[in-house]
Antibody, heavy 122, light 109 residues
Framework: EEQLVESGGGLVKPGGSLRLSCAGS????????MNWVRQAPGKGLEWVAF????????YYADSLKGRFTVSRDNGRNTLFLQMNSLRAEDTAVYYC???????????????WGQGTTVTVSS | QSALTQPASVSASPGQSITISCTGS?????????VSWYQQHPDKVPKLIIY???NRPSGVSNRFSGSKSDNTASLTISGLQAEDEADYYC?????????FGTGTKVTVL
């Protein structure tokens, strides 16, 4: 079964940092572009970051202003999101997602993890 | 870039058809046809139902169809069923960025 499993969420104080991980299994992880998407409580979906198969292309949402860094380790089939200078408005469920297209992109995400919750509060 | 604009809610009776619009500026779609649609049931993970404007992933009902004209993408659900009651989001690649729509709650009366 193709799946993504996120981990690393939790409660953090404003200004703190967290590193999220997303482990892929059941498919060749290195063949797919990956993304992070978040959803604040009761709110809509918000795209966070994109990383291509070999990390050659990396994009971020403008609103993050350099606070987040996406990376991947294809040898460990794992995607990461380093989040620094966290704010209350970063409180959300964070999903990792896989592009439908193999070794390409269509920006349609067919596999989503179950999500990991990040809460920023003092 | 702000979110693409969707109607907050749409409702219809079983068997009817509905269309959800997703409107932005020309830069929001970036001249690409990378528009996707997602269905999200309460407390569930979003599910891809349309990609590249009008393509359906394997296993998605053909009651779902997508289209795009100028700066508006649309999702049509025909033969509405009770299980279609959910939130729906469009998304678009803008060239170096991606944006979601504001989301539409579909209610089956």
């Amino acid at each position: 079964e193709e799946q993504l499993v996120e981990s690393g969420g939790g409660l953090v104080k404003p200004g703190g940092s967290l590193r999220l991980s997303c482990a892929g299994s059941g498919f060749k992880f290195s063949d797919y572009n990956m993304n992070w998407v978040r959803q604040a409580p009761g709110k809509g979906l918000e795209w966070v970051a994109f990383i291509s198969t070999s990390s050659n292309y990396i994009y971020y949402a403008d609103s993050l202003k350099g606070r987040f860094t996406v990376s991947r380790d294809n040898g460990r089939n794992t995607l990461f999101l380093q989040m620094n200078s966290l704010r209350a408005e970063d409180t959300a469920v964070y999903y990792c997602t896989r592009d439908l297209e193999v070794r390409g992109w269509c920006f349609g995400w067919d596999i989503w993890g179950q999500g990991t919750t990040v809460t920023v509060s003092s | 870039q702000s979110a693409l604009t969707q109607p907050a809610s749409v409702s219809a009776s079983p068997g009817q058809s509905i269309t959800i619009s997703c409107t932005g500026s020309s830069s929001d779609f970036g001249g690409y046809d990378y528009v996707s649609w997602y269905q999200q049931h309460p407390d569930k993970v979003p599910k891809l139902i349309i990609y590249e404007v009008s393509n359906r992933p394997s296993g998605v009902s053909n009651r779902f169809s997508g289209s795009k004209s100028d700066n508006t993408a649309s999702l049509t659900i025909s033969g509405l069923q009770a299980e279609d009651e959910a939130d729906y989001y469009c998304s678009s690649y803008t060239g170096g960025s991606l944006i979601f729509g504001t989301g539409t709650k579909v209610t089956v009366l």
